[in-house]
């Protein structure tokens, strides 16, 4: 990723040119998501007439827990899924391991992990379960994966009955809100006390 100024050097043009270029529709900039213009080593190529090898996509191994205090079932995780690699056969190009809430959607490495995904960086991922990538979802991301021609391996594959889903899905829904009411009861008690020591004082 250039910026307007590191690309205009890497053509041998200058920035007013490369503006220019940009006003004409010679070459149109992308755009960041705060709308800043860069460009790609795809475009380098355009300007200077050179036709890019096909980019090397990636297999990559994605693995997660939900706590801290579950570090060490990390750890047994990626064991897991490095045995499974090796028998398949498969040379992995980057682990991901990642700390986070299933029902969090706004995770660094899991966003990150998407994005490469849509981009087509990666060919393979492997995970151990379905939930390890969301615990609701699922399906969306391997229909991404599918559009963008990523294979998706999955070490259990082993479905639960309709039954079993249900119960697992209602214990996280419980979990996860439980864990709200705790964190209100904690806000209204700490709210409690500030108002008691400010009519106090």
């Known amino acids: ?5 590191e690309f205009a050097k890497k053509v ?12 004409d529709g010679k ?18 190529a355009h300007v200077l007439g050179y036709v890019l090898p096909p980019p090397t996509r990636r297999t990559v191994a994605y693995c997660r827990v939900s706590r801290q205090s579950q570090k060490a079932d990390l750890v047994n995780q990626r064991q897991l899924v490095e045995q499974f690699c090796v028998a398949r056969g498969l ?5 991901i391991e990642e700390v986070g809430g299933g029902l969090n959607l706004k995770r660094r490495k899991f966003l990150k992990l998407i994005e490469a995904i849509i981009d087509q960086d990666i060919k393979i991922l492997v995970i151990a379960h379905k939930d390890r990538l969301a615990r609701f979802g699922y399906d969306l991301i391997a229909h991404l994966c599918e559009k963008y021609a990523c294979e998706l391996l999955v ?5 639960l ?11 996280t829904i419980i979990h996860t809100f439980s864990s709200r009411l705790y964190g209100l009861r904690n806000y209204k008690k ?9 009519t106090n004082s």
């Open 190 to 198: 700490a709210l409690q006390k500030a108002l008691e020591d400010d």
């Open 12 to 23: 041998g043009v200058t920035v007013h040119t490369v503006q220019r270029w940009d006003r």
């Open 155 to 159: 070490m259990n594959s082993e479905s």
């Open 161 to 171: 009955s309709p039954q079993e889903e249900l119960v697992q899905d209602l214990m």
């Open 27 to 44: 070459l149109t900039a992308r755009r960041t998501h705060t709308n800043r213009r860069y460009y790609t080593d795809e475009d380098v």
């Open 91 to 95: 040379i992995v190009d980057e682990w």
């Open 1 to 5: 990723m250039y910026t307007v100024s």
